[in-house]
């Protein structure tokens, strides 16, 4: 077949729009390249192989050998999966396609399953097509159809943020409030923080907002305002931080001024208890030695000149 003609076929496992797996320039020249699969019937469906055939058309390339597999719509996505290797590296819109695909073969083909059977075996999803072995072949963990569905459920600017990475299917089901206008005027600046910090500041943003007093327009308002010039802080996170916690930041910054006092340098750790909500505090050391313990345990002498500063913040 030519590749005009391999690329005429039926494009229903087009899917792999993030695919880099193509063949060098010279095995082609060579005529080095693998048969392309193809489904046998009168819709023959290209398998895979897209990005071969178009790239053998650019080259004028005049014949593509090409092996023709009566395989039902599952199984062929199988093999496609196997080919494309890429278990746990697909898009988000990429796995969208792939149920998509299998929803729709599971209307037209009886609910057929990958080995050509009927009926409604344990393990099936989407639709009746049993295709757990494809589903893992997608993610590793099969459960393509169930994130699918949380996915779509998402509105277009969060599926977009997600898709591109900015974002993990998570965080964006948590600041589901948080207005799209603000991902988009302030993407710049989201996109300089770190992807962690990202995930905290947005979440932050999606609580204040749930917590915000007054209608859910004055609280979505005041919430983004304050984000807004967290993100012109040096560290946006803290500062949305303290905006919203600003009793716990205080205890907190208290604390931090009392251990570097009193602690810097000397290889003695302190923790304060989770909110500052207990009565006890950590200490924590480590000494290769006898002089060593003997300079922690100074180390301790004098912090206990700052107990009652301590005790004082809990």
């Given at each position: 077949?030519?590749?005009?003609?391999?690329?005429?076929l039926?494009?229903?496992?087009?899917?792999?729009t993030?695919?880099?797996?193509?063949?060098?320039?010279?095995?082609?020249?060579?005529?080095?390249?693998?048969?392309i699969?193809?489904?046998?019937?009168?819709?023959?469906?290209?398998?895979?192989?897209?990005?071969?055939?178009?790239?053998?058309?650019?080259?004028?390339?005049?014949?593509?050998?090409?092996?023709?597999?009566?395989l039902?719509?599952?199984?062929?996505?199988?093999?496609?999966?196997?080919?494309?290797?890429?278990?746990?590296?697909?898009?988000?819109?990429?796995?969208?396609?792939?149920?998509?695909?299998?929803?729709?073969?599971?209307?037209?083909?009886?609910?057929?399953d990958?080995?050509?059977?009927?009926?409604?075996?344990?393990?099936?999803?989407?639709?009746?097509i049993?295709?757990?072995?494809?589903?893992?072949?997608?993610?590793?963990?099969?459960?393509?159809?169930?994130?699918?569905?949380?996915y779509?459920?998402?509105?277009?600017?969060?599926?977009?943020?997600?898709?591109?990475?900015?974002?993990?299917?998570?965080t964006?089901?948590?600041?589901?409030?948080?207005?799209?206008?603000?991902?988009t005027?302030?993407?710049?600046?989201?996109?300089?923080?770190?992807?962690?910090?990202?995930?905290?500041l947005?979440?932050?943003?999606?609580?204040?907002?749930?917590q915000?007093?007054?209608?859910?327009v004055?609280?979505?308002?005041?919430?983004?305002?304050?984000?807004?010039?967290?993100?012109?802080?040096?560290?946006?996170?803290?500062?949305?931080?303290?905006?919203?916690?600003?009793?716990?930041?205080?205890?907190?910054?208290?604390?931090?001024?009392?251990?570097?006092?009193?602690?810097?340098?000397?290889?003695?750790?302190?923790?304060?208890?989770?909110?500052?909500?207990?009565d006890?505090?950590?200490?924590?050391?480590?000494?290769?030695?006898?002089?060593?313990?003997?300079e922690?345990?100074?180390?301790?002498?004098r912090?206990?000149?700052?107990?009652?500063?301590?005790?004082?913040?809990?």
């Open positions: 077949m030519t590749p005009h003609d391999i690329l005429s039926s494009d229903d496992l087009d899917l792999f993030d695919s880099n797996v193509c063949l060098p320039d010279i095995l082609f020249e060579h005529g080095i390249v693998p048969p699969p193809i489904t046998a019937g009168p819709n023959a469906v290209l398998i895979w192989g897209w990005r071969i055939a178009r790239r053998a058309a650019e080259l004028g390339v005049a014949e593509l050998s090409s092996r023709t597999l009566h039902n719509a599952a199984a062929a996505l199988s093999l496609a999966l196997q080919l494309e290797n890429r278990t746990g590296r697909y898009s988000w819109a990429e796995q969208e396609a792939m149920v998509d695909y299998l929803e729709k073969a599971a209307k037209k083909d009886g609910g057929r990958e080995n050509g059977g009927t009926g409604t075996p344990a393990g099936t999803e989407a639709g009746g049993d295709w757990p072995a494809s589903s893992r072949l997608v993610r590793g963990d099969g459960a393509l159809v169930e994130l699918v569905a949380r779509r459920r998402l509105e277009p600017t969060l599926r977009t943020l997600v898709n591109n990475e900015f974002i993990s299917l998570k964006a089901e948590r600041i589901a409030r948080v207005p799209s206008g603000f991902l005027s302030h993407r710049s600046a989201l996109d300089s923080l770190s992807f962690s910090a990202r995930r905290q947005l979440e932050s943003l999606a609580e204040l907002i749930i915000g007093s007054g209608t859910e004055d609280a979505v308002s005041e919430a983004c305002t304050r984000a807004s010039a967290a993100l012109d802080e040096r560290d946006p996170v803290a500062a949305l931080r303290r905006w919203r916690y600003p009793t716990l930041t205080q205890l907190d910054e208290q604390f931090r001024d009392i251990r570097r006092t009193a602690l810097h340098g000397t290889g003695v750790d302190i923790e304060a208890p989770p909110y500052f909500e207990g006890s505090f950590t200490v924590s050391f480590r000494f290769r030695d006898c002089a060593e313990l003997v922690r345990t100074h180390a301790l002498e912090l206990k000149g700052s107990c009652d500063q301590l005790f004082g913040i809990l």
